[in-house]
């Protein structure tokens, strides 16, 4: 069953049932009521773009380290909004860590091309990647990371977070 009209709009459901048998009386189910919604925006991101590394050995002092599938394009978000357009964001959850040692967020770059003239820094506030990108498109990512001289050596983690709204 397919229930179309325009959103917010209402219908009452109900069934009948009989049969060509006189020994089996009709049915009737209750009212049960349809209420049309907008359509849910749902974005895909990729399982790459779920596990984000750098690499290893990586030297302090050392800028434009690329993720490791960059050149994969393995970074990608898609917008699953039919008939609509997603606004795609990203954003730091907070600074990566290596036991008590801290790397700020800022040293991870982000871009839409894989090209470091394009790079943004990453922030723990939401930057707008894509404000219209189509139903079904997907928006690749591209992503850096940046060692400050003085850094100590560690396994560095970190959360980022990528939201999907309408545009």
Request: hydrophobic letters at 40%; one cysteine or more; glycine letters at 6%.
């Amino acid at each position: 069953m397919n229930a179309t009209g325009p959103v917010v709009s209402v219908y009452k459901l109900n069934a009948n049932f009989s049969s060509a048998n006189a020994a089996i009386s009709e049915n009737a189910t209750n009212n049960t009521t349809i209420k049309i919604i907008a359509a849910a925006i749902n974005i895909i991101v990729s399982d790459d773009a779920q596990n984000i590394t750098f690499g290893q050995d990586l030297d302090p002092g050392s800028s434009d380290n690329p993720a490791t599938k960059n050149s994969l394009n393995s970074y990608g978000v898609t917008c699953d909004y039919p008939g609509a357009t997603c606004n795609i964001s990203v954003k730091g959850n907070y600074n990566l860590m290596s036991q008590s040692n801290i790397l700020g967020i800022g040293n991870i770059s982000w871009a839409k091309v894989n090209d470091v003239l394009f790079q943004n820094a990453m922030s723990l506030y939401y930057q707008v990647v894509n404000a219209s990108l189509p139903d079904q498109a997907t928006q690749l990512l591209y992503y850096w990371l940046d060692i400050p001289g003085a850094q100590i050596a560690g396994n560095y983690y970190t959360n980022y977070t990528i939201q999907g709204e309408p545009a």
